[in-house]
């Protein structure tokens, strides 16, 4: 199973982007890259996934570099609501997700 | 999107008795249900997995004398924390997957279930 590692922390100010760096350098061809955030005391919650490509959706886009080492969550315009612990997890073959540490990111007025 | 609903919110119980958490899925059939644990300022750490019909599989140190899990339905699982102890205080939150097409694989995450042995 790909195991992943993320900074412990970072802060970002309101209305700019938050760039997320997740290293998944195990990472073997058929595992995807997920994204969920955490926010106090509540479930994870999705934001977006991929293989290869790039993604986009409401909520986030997601960059994998092309050997798939590494990835970048992208939250375009950050809010005060988007404070939350951030995982970036490998879907392994049995459909199962090993949390790692996550990131804490905290958005500064 | 999908949605999953654990029961209760929160517990508090005495040391020795036996607690069961629900885990339903609202709105999709749910194939495979996981159980998860998360201590305070820490990650999730999944428990067990649990394929309806069939019996779970736990991960490498979890006992599954003591976490009994049930997964009798395609939209309900349960997990009861047998002879609870103050060490099995903790955040229980499942997942369930198998909502089909695209999001087939994604898990989706119930609220939790905060639970307190005295």
């Known amino acids: 199973d790909a195991k992943t590692t993320q900074p412990t922390s970072m802060d970002c100010a309101e209305g700019r982007a938050a760039n997320l760096p997740c290293n998944h350098s195990?990472?073997?061809?058929?595992?995807?890259v997920y994204w969920y955030r955490q926010i106090h005391s509540q479930g994870p919650q999705y934001i977006i996934h991929?293989?290869?490509n790039n993604e986009t959706n409401e909520m986030a886009s997601l960059i994998i570099t092309e050997d798939r080492k590494s990835s970048t969550l992208i939250l375009p315009h950050a809010t005060l609501r988007d404070t939350a612990v951030y995982y970036c997890?490998?879907?392994?073959?049995?459909?199962?997700?090993?949390f790692g540490t996550g990131t804490s990111l905290t958005v500064i007025p | 999107g999908a949605v999953v609903s654990q029961h209760p919110s929160r517990v508090i119980c005495k040391s020795g008795t036996s607690v069961k958490i629900e885990c339903r899925s609202l709105d999709f059939q749910a194939t495979t249900m996981f159980w998860y644990r998360q201590f305070p300022k820490k990650s999730l750490m999944l428990m067990a997995t649990?394929?309806?019909?069939?019996?779970?599989?736990?991960e490498q140190g979890v006992e599954k004398d003591k976490f009994l899990i049930n997964h009798a339905s395609l939209t309900l699982s349960t997990l009861t924390v047998t002879s609870a102890h103050p060490e099995d205080s903790s955040f229980y939150i499942c997942?369930?997957?198998?909502?089909?097409?695209?999001?087939?694989?994604?898990?989706?995450f119930g609220p939790g279930t905060r639970l307190t042995v005295l």
């Open positions: 195990t990472i073997s061809g058929n595992e995807y």
């Open positions: 997890i490998a879907l392994n073959t049995g459909n199962q997700f090993y």
């Open positions: 649990s394929n309806e019909g069939s019996k779970a599989t736990y």
């Open positions: 991929g293989l290869k």
């Open positions: 997942s369930a997957s198998g909502a089909g097409g695209k999001l087939n694989n994604e898990q989706f």
